[in-house]
């Protein structure tokens, strides 16, 4: 009888950290991410909310990225709320234009078809569109152009207000794109992992701009074109609502996930100074599966 207790006492001290390394559990999954993630030469930051559990895992949530087209959700975000405030309707037509003023300095530039994902929107220039399409555009095709006529529209100080009214303190809408003196001078929009997390949990619980304008979103973030990350290794089942982000070096993808029993979580997945840029979105598109696991 001694030596079953003495044995029992000797499991039960064991236990604590066998639990830790338990498959399932968010501190092996954290290890998992930060084994794959070591195995790519870059940087990488990580964000997961579980919007059931309000479980949450964060790996350097805080670093500041080039945010790329990551931007255009906060501007989105901006133009549904001006809208709800009745500056405009979506269904407003404005002019598509291709002459875009520099914060630096106010000179003119044009934005470059070669450089832009969505090259159709250039054929109808001098063309009206609503507004509703050029965000349509903006998020599922990543249009620069329809992206600097939206900035245009709803200024991009107005979207760097909201999400500080939404607690982002990070998120820096500066500008438009292809401002290259901005550029130059290092006048970049930037995004943490756990500032776009924490818009997306808003978005998922309606805070924004109300329970309409988050359906209308979230419907358009839906229809992402780009999906080589966060959904690349789900089932089909799972639904997707997210934006993409890449320049040179960098490869983004921020949304929420939807699972067919009703579970949905915010997964956040940024990279820069990658080398091997194929190999960093495999990798991230590996944490991405990790990630449904475990809340699977």
Not at 106 to 123: P, W
Not at 224 to 234: C, G, R, S, V, Y
Request: charged content about 20%; overall charge positive; aromatic content about 8%.
């Amino acid at each position: 009888m001694k030596k079953c207790l003495v044995l029992l006492g000797a499991l039960l001290s064991f236990a604590p950290a066998y639990a830790q390394d338990q498959p399932g559990t968010l501190e092996a999954l954290k290890q998992q991410i930060q084994l794959r993630l070591k195995s790519v030469e870059g940087e990488f930051a990580v964000a997961f909310v579980d919007l059931k559990t309000g479980e949450t895992l964060y790996l350097n949530e805080k670093t500041s990225f080039h945010a790329a087209s990551t931007m255009k959700t906060p501007v989105m975000i901006e133009v549904f709320r001006q809208a709800k405030q009745g500056k405009f309707k979506l269904t407003d037509s404005i002019v598509v234009k291709n002459e875009f003023k520099s914060i630096v300095d106010g000179s003119s530039y044009s934005m470059e078809i070669t450089n832009d994902s969505a090259d159709g929107l250039y054929g109808k220039i001098g063309q009206k569109m609503t507004i509703y399409d050029l965000t349509y555009l903006m998020i599922t095709l990543s249009s620069n152009l329809a992206t600097n006529i939206l900035i245009d529209l709803v200024g991009a100080k107005n979207a760097n207000a909201t999400m500080r009214s939404l607690g982002a303190a990070d998120i820096q809408v500066l500008r438009g794109v292809e401002d290259g003196k901005a550029y130059e001078q290092g006048l970049n929009n930037t995004v943490t992992a756990y500032d776009l997390a924490l818009i997306f949990e808003k978005m998922a619980r309606n805070q924004p701009n109300g329970k309409k304008a988050t359906k209308q979103m979230l419907k358009i973030l839906l229809d992402q074109q780009f999906n080589e990350i966060i959904p690349a290794k789900l089932p089909k089942t799972a639904k997707v609502a997210h934006k993409t982000g890449s320049i040179t070096g960098v490869q983004h993808d921020s949304g929420i996930v939807f699972l067919p029993d009703g579970k949905k979580y915010v997964l956040v997945l940024l990279s820069k100074k990658l080398k091997d840029v194929d190999a960093g979105v495999v990798a991230l598109a590996d944490v991405s599966g990790m990630v449904y696991e475990f809340v699977r």
